[in-house]
């Protein structure tokens, strides 16, 4: 479904992503693990177009979507959640997650060339009965997702982000990747300054999203839960991937723990520098 | 051949009193992110320090030069003393508004001291020419190239070898980590500001001896020109401002030898616009930088918009379109209908820099071209006034897009920037395109305000119009702003990395918010041509960009009835307390400062 080769981008002397080949299936979860500044975000940021790389091709079902714009990328049905947290502060939990359903509205965005973007702008003043649907069944849809987060966004639906509380956020922002019904969802570090609990239920909410068959690469500091949820697990440091497989296997293989100790940090304490 | 070597010496010339300035600009960014546009004020300010050093104090030049930069340099302290550092911790647009604001009440007090006329300021050196080749040089060439390269040199020595200076060069390479390895960085934005104002002051200094003439509209035109020479050389790239300046000098120079002088700030501007394009980190640095990773949700002010309940606007507009009907003045209704046609631009510039956070200091412009539309529309192909004026909304939203559509990836100070000299290039084509604009001497005889055949000249009729224009406006606006635009717009705004994530285009929202809010601005341009019968070049200039800016941020950023509020209050207000028109400006700078510094969500809050 993704397949990424000899995918690298340099900073100028630093190669933060070097020659990287990925796989990836529909309806896997991989998850990349590696020390802070191994290059696992900036891999995030060239596949979801946010940056272009220097070389190496990125296909997605089939097409070279290498470069391609992120608002292509977009509709094309990848959804990324961010590792700082980007919620747009002053609007409202429900049209944050709006805002993720945004490449599926069709009645108020009509694909007519040239004179799209004017009739786009009429069809929101005027707002005939089939644009009032469709922004009323998207509403419907928002409900049924900030539902999944059991009682944690829906009694603050009408409040702005910026008032919510970190873990708040992050599910907003899961909450807006899933209102694009994604084919492929990119998580960059989810339980980022969450505690157990949360963490427990954020771990539960992926796994469920993985049962309904989405194909998910994740970008996790948290051992465990990387272990229980990953189909496959690969490691990267220093820009470079030096190992892959099932988490049992890579959690034993003598690079990978020369990676993690040899920056002084193990895997499990570093999820709070992180953060 | 000779003419051109004078040309190229007029250029570095001209170029290196660009780099006093341009040097400052950098220097300022480099540290702390900030254009600054009170840069040019504090060149006014220098420029005068001289004239009184030089005519009332007959200082001798040495001292002169001495004496200007000291002061100016007490200039740049206080400003970041008083007008920056309380707002450290503030909001991204609140540092920029804050520089504009500061920037508008020196200009004030300057023309309030010295009165806007002109003056000469004699240059104190013998009046001969050198020959130089095939060309010829003055002592004052002499003067200013000694002067910039000798500041060049100190400010090399002072960041190379000193600790101040090394602290400078930490702090702008990166801010928290010079402040974790304990570096003062509220001395460094000092020495930087006192720096800056220095340079910045002795360049007024010498501009004004070299033409022999100093007026308050140098202000302006410097912070222009400086910022233009640091963004072509590379926001916060001090070598590169350098650069840029000359390179600003050379080519203003030569395009005045090939075109004539009227064109040498359209070439000044469109080398802006060119290299913000092409290279928005400025032609030395290189093309794909790392992006940026800015917080969220921190451009503007987090605040609950006061809901006023419908109830209350309707009574509160009703109130309005009846007031007529009472035996009110002329005067009153005259002030009011200054206040409508004002609140449609606040309208348009609230859409566009409070929900859209493009912040833009041309919005005159816009008027402008409303206005000329309207104007020859009705004049010279006789089209009925009602259906010109629409006329000139609808340019003014197809023309305005197309002109800042350059800009549209850009973000925040740039922005401004960009559309500051958009702005200026409006002005300057219609200054100059005299087939189509009748130039300098500008349209006169424009027919008065008429619907459907009925003239409309009784302040009542002028009156209910212009409101009831601007009610169905805010209406529009409020609608939009309820629709999925209205959320997309806002998006954008908080986080555009985001935001493009999710699909949306930056270029196709942009626009939008562009097209809707020029329509409302070139309406108003439109109305106002009608109402004034006669319009130039100058009828719509950068102090209405502000007064709207001003209006906006009184009434709240994106806030709809905020606009018409914030445009009532600073209309009427002055009004009511009789403040005689030159203090005017004055307030709306202090107006602005203080709502930056005490209450930047504005009366209503940010939507």
Known sequence: MLSLRGLTRRFGGLTAVDAIDLDLAKGELVSIIGPNGAGKTTLFNLVTGLDRPDAGT???????????????????????????????????????VLIGAHTRLRAVKPAVPVIGPLLELGLALLRPASVKAEEERLREEVRAILARFGERLLPRIDQPAYSLSYANR????????????????????????????????????????????????LIEHKLEMVMRLSDRVIVMDEGRKIAEGPGEQVRVDSKVIE?????GLSGTSEQDSAA | MSSWLDYTINGLIVGNVYALVAVGLALIFGVSRLINFAQGS??????????????????????????VAVAAAIVGLIIERFGLRPLQNSVRIAPLLATIGISFVLDQLVMLTFSPNPRALPSQLPDVRFQVGGGTIGPLDLLIAGVGLTSAFLLFVFLRYSKLGWAVRAASQDRDAAMQMGVDVNRVNQAVFGIAAALGGVSGMLVGMYYNQIDTAMSLQATLKGVVAEVVGGAGNVPGAVIGSLLLGLVESYGVAVFGTSYRNLFAFLLLVVVLVLRPNGLFASARQAPPEPLTGTFIAPSRPVRIPHWALAVAAAGFALLPLF????????????????????????LVAGTMGQVSLGHAALLAIGAYTSALLSLTLNVPVGLAVIGGGLMSAALGTLLISPSFRLRGHYVSIATLAIGEIVSLVILNWESVTRGPIGISGIPPLSLFGYDLISPTSIYWFSFA????????????LGSHLGRSFRAIRDDDIAARAYGLSLNRYKSLAFIFGGFAAGVSGGIAAHLYSYINHETFNTQQSILALTVVILGGLGNVVG???????????PEVFRVAAEYRILIYGIVLLLLVRFRPQGLLGTM
């Open chain 1, 58 to 96: 990125i296909h997605f079902e089939g097409q070279d979507i290498t470069g391609l714009s992120p608002e292509r990328l977009a509709a094309g049905g990848i959804a990324r959640t961010f590792q700082l947290g980007r919620v747009f502060g002053n609007l409202s939990v429900m049209d944050n």
């Open chain 1, 170 to 217: 992050r599910r907003v922002e899961i909450a807006r990747a899933l209102a694009l019904k994604p084919r492929l969802l990119l998580l960059d570090e989810p339980t980022a300054g969450m505690n157990p609990t949360e963490t427990a239920e954020m771990q539960a909410l992926v796994a469920e999203l993985k049962a309904e068959g989405l194909t998910i690469l």
């Open chain 1, 259 to 263: 990676a993690y100790l040899g920056h």
């Open chain 2, 563 to 573: 606009a018409m509020l914030g445009a009532v209050a600073l209309v009427g207000l």
């Open chain 2, 327 to 350: 035996p009110v003045s002329f005067y009153v209704l005259q002030t009011l209908i200054n206040a409508w046609l004002l609140g449609m631009l606040a309208l348009s510039l609230t």
């Open chain 2, 42 to 67: 504090i060149y006014l300010v220098g420029a005068y320090i001289g004239w009184v050093a030089v005519v009332q104090l007959h200082t001798p030049l040495p001292l002169t030069i001495i004496v």
């Open chain 2, 469 to 480: 224009v601007m009610v169905v406006l805010a209406l529009l606006q409020g609608r939009l």
